[in-house]
């Protein structure tokens, strides 16, 4: 019992972060309806710029620094790096999300989503990560409870999430600006006309709840540690508390935060006892807010208040495919010169550019398609590349049969996935989708007793005694095996994109309009969407498959949330609502063309994943089609008619 209880209280730093980035979001979305997927990065933020403080005593800013001549005191540190954070929240308010108040929620989540990884960018290129530190900020004191030793840091970080979650809470019950944010939350018109300012409001909320969640993050960073990428997805959990409260109660999103964290600790423990399962050893902490946020969103999801919008939403125009078998045997021509006339790494990041196109093509039909939101593709990509693993080693499953196999095994993780959409739908499947990819990778992927330390090796492909492999001497990437990737992703965007210009792609569309009126014409909505995971999966898993065989062995970083991110951003920017932004987006992917040329000839591959997600930002506030849609719209746009004074001359 005294273990339970050290373990409880060892939770409460962690479950206070989480407490006050439930609270921020619950906030957040009553003064703005956003879902902000980028509050765990602000955390990020704030604990990175107190400890370079501390330590060189300089002011770091995205762009550009301040040196404020020696190291600053500790709480000197701590007030200079909360206005940081809120500064940096009102800018993201003001350039990022005041211009998408009436977008549709694809663009509010894809523009979020390239917040936090802008943000989680910045910080490995503007501070020094190798071995940083957070040096303590509260009493290093202990507490004798019950038998065992409490750290009296872990209370006071508990009393100050209570406070920050209470003075939220209370500035929307007890002020005249939070009893107008909540007005501003029922009918946004109605507001408007009483003279109230949506975006001053939400400007405010911004900055406090910047400030809120950089103040505990930092006084939680001797516990939780600097973590450049963890930190970001704090925000899972938060997201989870949040969803918990319905959205809607600051209190109880509070108080799940803190019990999330607090199971989590107890999740550690029970790892450590005899008869735990060795698989179950590494990932269930991070799977946990994967189950609390299915639980939260299909009992409650029905629940959960939509805000009151200003007017009606669209979402971006879609370009239905022509001449399908004829555009994807001219594609793969042009990708068939393009390995003809390269060779070594550029030969290897186009033939990565052609295969990152078809996982881009899973989100254009689940996405932009059947307007199903989903964050999970590379996920479904590592289903398949670790089936395939398996497969091929220990199965000794040939080729293509191998594809098949693993890809099916990907498509059923896809439907399980989308059994949510059933009843949820916009911004909450988003959550749904990343929160299952965080949990595969943890508690699969990067699981210790289920990949070896070798990682997971992939006996390489062959077909009537033609060896297909990747690689022979020194050739890094063969004709023959690019000839494969050719044929397999040719085959399936033809298909692909046959399917979407008849009656399944008219129905994705329907459903993505309206689902009642998708209903009422006749079309079975449940099953339209569960094919459309079912679709978007197994292209995602072949894919998988393909980048399996290209690298003859996969690890956890295969397939990282990150990298999936990074290609919802490209799928975005190419394209979401149109097969030639999937194949754009193949070109920018990470390992594609793009990545080669920056990684290899400009010497800039560090800034690649800071590059895409401000394109992703820019993309969402700008056009939100992409540049495929773009260049669609200008190529189709009707010619000015002449003046009759020309006609005449």
Not at 36 to 62: D, I, K, Y
Not at 159 to 174: D, E, K, N, S
Not at 211 to 230: F, H, Q, W
Not at 393 to 416: E, H, N
């Amino acid at each position: 019992m005294d273990q339970v209880l050290l373990f409880v209280t060892l939770g409460f730093a962690a479950g206070a972060v989480y407490a006050v980035i439930a609270a921020s979001i619950v906030s957040l979305h009553a003064a703005t309806g956003v879902l902000n997927f980028a509050q765990g990065s602000f955390a990020l933020w704030g604990m990175w710029v107190v400890a370079e403080l501390r330590r060189s005593g300089t002011l770091v800013l995205p762009v550009g620094s301040v040196p404020l001549g020696a190291p600053v005191s500790a709480w000197t540190a701590v007030g200079i790096g909360v206005l940081s954070t809120a500064a940096l929240a009102l800018a993201a308010h003001w350039l990022v999300f005041r211009p998408l108040r009436t977008a549709p929620p694809l663009s509010q989540v894809v523009a979020s989503v390239g917040l936090m990884l802008a943000i989680a960018a910045l910080v490995p290129l503007r501070f020094s990560t190798n071995g940083a530190l957070a040096e303590p900020l509260l009493t290093d004191r202990t507490l004798a409870v019950g038998g065992t030793f409490v750290n009296v840091s872990d209370l006071l970080l508990l009393a100050v999430a209570v406070a920050v979650t209470g003075a939220l809470a209370a500035y929307f019950r007890l002020t005249r600006w939070g009893v107008a944010t909540r007005a501003c939350a029922e009918d946004e018109r109605a507001a408007r006309l009483t003279g109230l300012s949506p975006d001053r409001l939400a400007g405010v909320m911004w900055v406090i709840t910047g400030a809120a969640t950089a103040l505990v993050a930092t006084l939680a960073a001797p516990s939780i540690g600097l973590d450049p990428i963890g930190s970001m997805f704090a925000v899972l959990p938060g997201l989870a508390a949040a969803l918990l409260a319905r959205l809607t109660s600051v209190a109880v999103a509070g108080a799940a935060g803190v019990a999330i964290g607090c199971l989590q600790s107890i999740l550690l423990l029970l790892s450590t006892k005899d008869g735990w399962p060795a698989w179950a050893q590494a990932g269930f902490g991070e799977a946990l807010p994967f189950v609390l946020v299915v639980v939260a969103l299909v009992v409650l999801g029905r629940h959960i208040p939509a805000r009151g919008a200003l007017g009606a939403v669209r979402m971006p125009a879609v370009t239905l495919p022509r001449h399908p078998w004829a555009a994807a045997a001219g594609l793969t021509a042009a990708a068939a010169v393009a390995v003809a006339v390269t060779s070594g790494s550029w030969r290897f990041g186009v033939v990565t550019s052609v295969i990152m196109g078809l996982i881009a093509l899973s989100l254009v039909v689940l996405t932009g398609y059947l307007g199903q939101i989903s964050l999970a593709s590379m996920a479904f990509a590592g289903t398949g590349g670790f089936v395939l693993s398996r497969a091929t080693v220990a199965w000794g499953v040939p080729f293509p049969l191998s594809i098949l196999v693993s890809a099916a095994v990907a498509t059923l993780v896809g439907v399980a996935v989308g059994l949510p959409a059933l009843r949820i739908r916009g911004a909450q499947l988003a959550v749904v989708t990343l929160a299952g990819a965080v949990a595969l990778q943890q508690l699969i992927f990067a699981n210790p007793a289920l990949t070896p330390f070798e990682g997971n090796l992939i006996d390489g492909p062959a077909l009537f005694g033609w060896d297909l492999a990747v690689r022979n001497g020194t050739d890094l990437t063969t004709a023959a095996f690019s000839g494969t990737v050719l044929v397999v992703v040719g085959l399936l965007v033809a298909l692909v994109a046959r399917l979407l210009a008849g009656a399944t792609g008219q129905s994705f569309l329907a459903i993505r309009s309206n689902e009642r009126a998708a209903a009422s014409a006749g079309i079975d909505v449940a099953r339209t969407k569960l094919a459309g995971f079912a679709l978007s999966a197994f292209l995602a898993g072949v894919g998988g498959c393909l980048i399996g065989y290209s690298r003859s062995q996969l690890s956890a970083e295969s397939f990282n949330v990150v990298v999936g991110l990074s290609v919802l951003c490209m799928a975005y920017v190419g394209g979401i609502t149109s097969i030639g932004g999937a194949l754009v987006a193949g070109l920018v992917a990470p390992l594609g063309v793009l990545y080669t040329l920056l990684g290899s000839t400009l010497g800039l591959g560090r800034y690649y994943t800071l590059i895409a997600a401000c394109a992703l930002i820019v993309t969402a506030v700008l056009n939100p089609s992409g540049l495929a849609g773009g260049l669609t719209h200008l190529r189709r746009r009707p010619k000015p008619a002449r003046r009759p004074a020309e006609v005449a001359a």
